[in-house]
């Protein structure tokens, strides 16, 4: 694969996902999780793919980055803040996840609080020099991965 040329920050188009866009959202999903931890998800593809098709994507505040009509990255937004925020491997550090969370924040402009696993030193980066602070740190029991956590909360 050929490293994408680099990006501006106005060549960001964010938008509302629609349940069409499950099978690209689903794609970037799991080519993150899988480039970025050694162990598996707690899920087969195919069933990742099934409830983000059927879940995610029609009933979740699910937002998508494009660049030239490709999503390069997918965030969902629950109750507390950020459930999933995943941006395609080729395509970090280019100021997309930034721009997702400036979106977020605007949209829970009260807070945000989200999860990553302890072990995600890339995510724990960004999400700190975003404002982010360590609330809780968990042992894996409480996901279905089984991995040590870290709860993140942010605070305007």
């Keep these: 694969m050929t490293e994408p040329p680099p990006t501006a920050a106005d060549d960001i ?4 996902a629609v349940p069409a866009d499950a099978p690209v959202v689903a794609d970037v999903y799991l080519a993150a ?3 970025t931890y050694d162990f598996p998800l707690a899920h087969t593809d195919e069933e990742c793919r099934g409830w983000l098709a059927e879940e995610v994507a029609p009933r979740m505040e699910t937002w998508v980055a494009e660049i030239g009509g490709r999503v390069v ?7 507390a803040g950020i459930g999933h925020l995943y941006v395609d491997p080729p395509w970090h550090r280019r100021g997309i ?3 997702l969370m400036e979106l977020a924040k605007r949209r829970r402009p009260g807070g945000l609080e989200l999860f990553t696993f ?5 995510a724990r980066r960004f999400y700190e020099w975003h404002g982010f602070v360590v ?6 029991s409480g996901n279905e991965e089984g991995h040590p956590d870290v709860l993140y909360r942010w605070r305007p």
């Design 13 to 16: 188009t964010i938008r509302r």
């Design 33 to 35: 999780f899988k480039s």
């Design 73 to 79: 990255a997918m965030m969902v937004l629950d109750d």
């Design 97 to 99: 996840g930034s721009r």
């Design 118 to 122: 302890q072990v995600n030193h890339r």
């Design 135 to 140: 609330a809780m740190l968990g042992d894996g």
